[in-house]
């Protein structure tokens, strides 16, 4: 059984009054196994984010399903579900969502706070994740006393620290410069790599996509993956797909 699996998945906002409906996912379909890293990338508006978002249990499918271990995540009570994301999924945003008002430390500890965890074991789980992504020395500090590259050091800590078995990114360098960002993504695939967690990357930038096993395309809310290679040239366009896994392809 594959660690995520995507079937059938539509996305259809209706406007006010139900005047126009836009569909922004059609018919998508793909699977994650454990430890896979899969780059989605897209133009802006061709659903890729929409997709993230439904991954991330913030928001639901107009149809279809998505099973992560066989749970159905569609069918999660809307009051279970910031425990379902917390036990299971790991976040890192573009702007780093890091609360200014927190020490870096403490927006780490948020999850596991939620969670109810005590002190003591949540020093525990932080040292060595500190320690690998190089930041014990500025847990103190605020996000506002820090650079943009040592602010998604702690974004990458924060979703590494509930050890996720699923770890979801949304343009995580976009806010960076190019070396600071190759480094970052170099971090984030070495932790996962070491926790056994699977990676999905959002992004436009073919750099990011190089870090991953996989790169898809979204395009106008469907989900294209490469065309093999076939001998000669060849001006053929990504074919539409259909039933991938990430064996074969991703989102």
Do not use: W
């Not at 009051?79 to 430390?105: H, I, P």
């Not at 020093?123 to 103190?140: G, N, R």
């Amino acid at each position: 059984m594959s660690l995520l699996e995507v079937r059938n998945v539509k996305k259809v906002y209706t406007t006010r009054l139900g005047a126009n409906q836009v569909q922004a996912l059609s018919n998508v379909n793909f699977s994650v196994e454990d430890g896979e890293y899969v780059a989605i990338m897209g133009e802006s508006g061709s659903g890729k984010t929409t997709l993230l978002n439904i991954l991330a249990a913030l928001d639901r499918p107009t149809a279809g399903e998505i099973l992560l271990n066989g749970k159905n995540t569609v069918e999660i009570k809307n009051k279970e579900l910031s425990a379902f994301r917390r036990n299971n999924l790991g976040f890192v945003f573009q702007d780093f969502n890091l609360l200014d008002t927190f020490s870096l430390k403490d927006n780490i500890f948020l999850p596991l706070v939620l969670s109810g965890e005590q002190y003591p074991q949540m020093m525990q789980k932080l040292e060595p994740i500190a320690k690998k992504l190089e930041i014990t020395h500025l847990l103190e500090k605020y996000p506002y006393e820090v650079s943009g590259g040592q602010k998604q050091r702690a974004a990458v800590a924060r979703a590494l620290i509930t050890q996720p078995q699923l770890i979801l990114a949304d343009e995580p360098t976009g806010a960076l410069d190019q070396q600071t960002g190759h480094e970052i993504m170099g971090i984030l695939m070495q932790a996962a790599r070491s926790t056994g967690a699977a990676v999905i990357v959002v992004t436009h930038d073919p750099n990011v996509a190089a870090f991953c096993n996989h790169t898809v395309t979204m395009r106008d809310g469907r989900l294209y993956l490469p065309k093999p290679a076939q001998p000669g040239p060849s001006t053929q366009s990504a074919q539409p797909a259909r039933t991938p896994s990430t064996n074969g392809g991703a989102r």
